[in-house]
């Protein structure tokens, strides 16, 4: 496999709710395959977010970062 191209950065802080529909877009829903979803937690309080990610463990295209403490979306990007 050739090296992805893009890389798309899916910051998110305590939004297990909304979260496997986001994945689903990104990585269900896409005709191109040479990418790198980047799901970065901002140290959510609670651990609901991982058993959403679990469905996804299959997918390479993911990766997961947590932080170690809550610094702000703006924070995460680049």
Not at 5 to 34: F, M
Request: glycine fraction near 6%.
């Amino acid at each position: 496999m050739t090296a992805s191209r893009v890389t798309i950065l899916l910051a998110h802080y305590d939004s297990a709710a909304y979260l496997a529909e986001a994945l689903n877009a990104l990585l269900g829903a896409q005709d191109i395959e040479r990418f790198k979803l980047l799901l970065v937690d901002d140290a959510t309080p609670n651990d609901d977010w991982r058993e959403t990610i679990a469905l996804f463990r299959n997918d390479g295209r993911l990766a997961v970062l947590r932080n170690g403490k809550n610094v702000g979306t703006y924070r995460l990007l680049p």
